[in-house]
């Protein structure tokens, strides 16, 4: 273990720092980007000595995440398991709606991922070995309000990652997406509504290398929640949508 290396992006906060550290202590050399040097710098401070390295980039540039792969690889070695985790959240809702926050939401959530996969690809296929896990979202389920545009690229994730487990598993590439409920980190933060099994970003953290350990396709946690959503994605939209205006108490505050 002490001599595997991961990439991880969207490291300088929330679950992507909290994975980075746990993924440390286990003994993974550990390399984190995001595009604020100085939280990198942080981050390997905070760290085991010598496990975590910063390699600043901006996932929304295809070519710079590409030459961030190769510098990964060219300085610290073959890179076995990329941790895709960079994402931003802005409420979006009909009350506020602006379409430069979906095409920032796309650019960061969707492309960025789409950007790091394509830098990290051509070493897996060729070693014929890998691990790639994308970082979802439950609220990719089924629509919740003020998140039309977070949701949708959600969605988005969890259907590009389950198409391309199809072609990954040829590659000998373990391929798994991970879909979180409520976290308490900055984005979540920006929720206006009611969070229910509200976990803290160490927990998630843990549990999340937890299941990358494993061989299952899907992560989720808390548990119970994340099978409670599950089930009530799967009701009629008569049922679905009082339940979760309800649940959210979304119009209470209207006008």
């Not at 995440?65 to 931003?88: F, K, N, S, Y």
């Amino acid at each position: 273990m002490s001599e595997r290396i991961v990439w991880i992006t969207g490291a300088s906060s929330g679950i992507g720092r909290a994975v980075a550290l746990e993924m440390a202590r286990e003994g993974w050399r550990v390399v984190v980007s995001a595009r604020r040097p100085e939280e990198l710098d942080s981050l390997a401070e905070e760290g085991p000595p010598g496990r975590i390295t910063g390699i600043p980039v901006d996932v929304t540039d295809p070519d710079a995440t590409v030459a961030a792969v190769e510098r990964i690889e060219a300085e610290i070695g073959p890179i076995d398991c990329a941790v895709l985790a960079a994402g931003t959240h802005i409420p979006t809702s009909a009350g506020d709606f602006k379409t430069e926050d979906f095409r920032k939401l796309i650019e960061v959530n969707v492309m960025g991922v789409v950007h790091a996969t394509a830098a990290v690809l051509p070493g897996f296929k060729e070693r014929r070995s890998g691990h790639l896990v994308v970082v979802a979202s439950i609220a990719g389920y089924r629509g919740l309000p003020t998140a039309a545009g977070y949701g949708a690229t959600k969605a988005a994730l969890i259907n590009y990652t389950e198409a391309l487990k199809f072609d990954l598993d040829d590659w000998g590439v373990k391929t798994q997406l991970v879909c979180p409920g409520f976290v308490r980190t900055p984005l979540t933060d920006k929720n206006p509504f009611p969070m229910p099994f509200l976990m803290e970003v160490d927990d998630a953290a843990r549990a999340m290398v937890r299941g990358m350990r494993g061989n299952g396709f899907e992560i989720t946690f808390p548990k119970r929640f994340t099978m409670l959503v599950r089930l009530v994605s799967r009701l009629p939209y008569a049922l679905y949508f009082p339940l979760v205006r309800k649940g959210t108490k979304t119009g209470e505050n209207a006008g």
